[in-house]
């Protein structure tokens, strides 16, 4: 995949951070996602739903389910942002 699935990303999940600090949990940390970025959470499934089609039969699927990559998302940069405190 040539571009990230979420456009500024690390601006984004940042801004969730600094908004509603660290401590809150993957599943806030989703819910408030599909919230404020509604169009990127299309975006995510629009990709995913895409590339399900395009996996041929007995290959393993390249990117995680909705959900499973906001999760992943968020576990990526609460680390880097604790990591820099």
């Known amino acids: ?11 984004k999940v940042t ?3 600094n908004t509603h600090g660290l401590n809150i949990s ?3 940390f989703v819910e408030i996602f ?3 970025y509604p169009k990127d959470w299309d975006r995510i499934n629009k990709v ?3 590339e399900e089609k395009e996996t041929k039969p007995g290959k393993s699927h390249p ?8 999760i992943n998302t968020y576990k990526v940069y609460k680390n880097k942002l604790e990591k820099s405190l």
């Open 1 to 11: 995949m040539g571009q990230s699935v979420i456009v500024k990303k690390e601006e």
């Open 15 to 17: 801004k969730i951070f």
């Open 26 to 28: 993957e599943m806030e």
């Open 34 to 36: 599909k919230k404020e």
């Open 48 to 50: 995913y739903t895409d």
């Open 63 to 70: 990117m995680p389910e909705p959900k499973i990559y906001l």
